[in-house]
């Protein structure tokens, strides 16, 4: 059981991003897949979640701005992050409720 993500980096306040998650080992497919950050002193907060029939949710705080979004051939997980601002600089982090395994996180650092 394997998460990679990937796709982080430091971005202009208002640039965009798209981090990715990628599946291997027993995942399914069509595992549900959430994505989590956490910024320097903060507890961990769910960002955006799909499931395994594809039902998505998003944090209040990223609604209108980031979108999840899954490639089943490629057992992948998309978050495209877009109107970037510095309340987003974190780790990101992807996570498999199901098989309760974190990825390794990604740095997003929004700065100009």
């Known amino acids: 059981v394997q998460l990679q993500a990937s796709g982080g980096g430091l971005v202009q306040p208002g640039g965009s991003l798209r981090l990715s998650c990628s599946a291997s080992g027993s995942i399914s497919r069509f595992a549900a897949i959430s994505w989590y950050r956490q910024a320097p002193g903060m507890s961990r907060e769910g960002v955006a979640h799909?499931?395994?029939?594809?039902?998505?949710n998003y944090a209040n705080s990223v609604k209108g701005r980031f979108t999840i979004s899954r490639d089943n051939v490629k057992n992948t997980v998309y978050l495209q992050m877009n109107s970037l601002n510095s309340e987003d600089t974190a780790v990101y982090y992807c996570?498999?409720?199901?098989?309760?395994?974190w990825g390794q996180g990604t740095q997003v650092t929004v700065s100009s």
């Open positions: 996570f498999a409720p199901v098989y309760n395994h």
């Open positions: 799909i499931s395994s029939d594809g039902t998505i």
